[in-house]
């Protein structure tokens, strides 16, 4: 199947700092990513509809200043967390569906902790 | 408006028992339903799938689901679990745009 690649998997910023993260479809063309918040024991939540070459659809109640999303090329989007503080800290997963097809493939994720 | 419904937030099972995990949806339209499976600390993997045809379908590591129009549930089955099937489990629809929205998730919990 297809392959979508989610960087870095862990990382631990300092309170107010801006991490960005990557999701790379490896083997395919994604003109539309998604990225999804999971918190401990529960599902995920959609937070955008990003967007290759135009602006993401951000979900309501998601600030769109606070999660920047660039979708500059057909196999990159990029998440960036400004400012973060600890109630960002989460479990953050993105996800692509080919062109064509009906299923979506998941990067690995990856665990922010802002202390 | 499409939503999924995992009644059982956590099901316990001992090792080759059976299990089925439940799944309900509600849609006025034609949908594409999924299950996946995640461990620990990592991304979703697809399990199985239904877009149309045969009601009952086959996914990897033995997982089969069948999808029931009149009880508009698309439950997983699996006829005897491994320590290894430990994990969340999650059903989900398509929406438009082939956006996927996801039940809140069981946990399968395999006791040897």
């Known amino acids: 199947g297809a392959v979508v690649s989610q960087h870095p998997s862990r990382v631990i910023c300092k309170s107010g700092t801006s991490v960005k993260i990557e999701c790379r479809s490896l083997?395919?063309?994604?003109?539309?990513m998604f990225w999804y918040r999971q918190f401990p024991k529960q599902s995920l939540m959609l937070m955008a509809t990003?967007?290759?070459?135009?602006?993401?659809?951000?979900e309501q109640g998601v600030e769109k200043d606070k999660f920047l999303i660039n979708h500059a090329s057909l196999t990159l989007s990029t998440l960036t967390v400004t400012s973060a503080h600890p109630e960002d800290s989460s479990f953050y997963i993105c996800?692509?569906?080919?062109?064509?097809?009906?299923?979506?493939?998941f990067g690995q994720g990856t665990r922010l902790t802002v202390v | 408006a499409q939503s999924v419904t995992q009644l059982d937030s956590q099901v316990p099972v001992f090792e080759e028992a059976p299990v089925e995990l439940r799944c309900n949806y509600s849609?006025?339209?034609?949908?594409?339903l999924f299950w996946y499976v995640q461990y620990p600390n990592q991304g979703l993997q697809l399990l199985l799938k239904?877009?149309?045809?045969?009601?009952l379908v086959k996914g990897i590591n033995g997982f089969e689901a069948e999808f029931n129009k009149s009880q508009t549930s698309f439950h997983l089955r699996k006829p005897s679990v491994h320590i290894s099937d430990t994990a969340e489990y999650f059903c989900?629809?398509?929406?438009?745009?082939?956006?996927?929205?996801f039940g809140r998730g069981t946990s399968l919990i395999v006791h040897p």
């Open positions: 996800s692509a569906i080919p062109q064509g097809s009906t299923e979506a493939f």
């Open positions: 083997d395919f063309q994604a003109t539309t």
């Open positions: 990003s967007n290759e070459g135009s602006k993401a659809t951000y």
């Open positions: 849609s006025s339209v034609s949908v594409y």
């Open positions: 239904y877009l149309s045809g045969s009601t």
């Open positions: 989900a629809v398509l929406r438009g745009s082939y956006i996927p929205t």
